[in-house]
């Protein structure tokens, strides 16, 4: 009997154009969360490299005046030690600052989602899964 009654407030639930419209808009938010924390590791790796490369330059000898290779897209123009340590940290500090604008709109996308949460559980209660698969 209690299973025919669950059952029952199950097909009670009834979805409004809003209420769709809050779940597209949850998916999609969801969808783009994915992307940002992606892009985000992988700018994080690309600063690992930056430093790591300036940590190898830090190494060299002065006296070694020789021309420091360093890419710019496809290709890599010879500079000298202290032109490449000064390119090398500016790309640090570019890179630091996207990846904290991309933290940062992780962030808002968060808040906007646990509202939509919040608001799609008190109607649908457990007859909704918002739960991430891999959590």
């Known amino acids: 009997m209690a299973a025919t009654m669950k ?6 639930v009834n979805v409004t154009f809003e209420d769709q419209q809050k779940i597209n808009k949850f998916a999609r938010n969801t969808s783009r969360i ?4 992606e892009e985000i590791e992988v700018k994080k790796k690309q600063l690992q490299n930056l430093e790591d490369a300036c940590d190898e330059i830090m190494l060299l000898d002065d006296e070694d005046s020789h021309p420091v290779p360093y890419q710019i897209g496809d290709v890599f123009i010879s500079h000298s030690l202290e032109e490449t340590q000064e390119m090398l940290e500016e790309a640090k500090r570019s890179l630091q600052e996207e990846i904290e604008a991309l933290e940062s709109r992780v962030e808002s996308i968060q808040s906007v989602l646990s509202d939509l949460k919040v608001q799609l559980y008190a109607k649908f209660g457990n007859n909704i899964n918002l ?3 891999g959590s």
């Not at 059952?7 to 009670?12: L, Q, R």
């Not at 994915?34 to 924390?37: F, M, P």
């Open 7 to 12: 059952k029952a407030a199950a097909e009670d």
């Open 34 to 37: 994915t992307e940002l924390k």
């Open 131 to 133: 739960e991430a698969e």
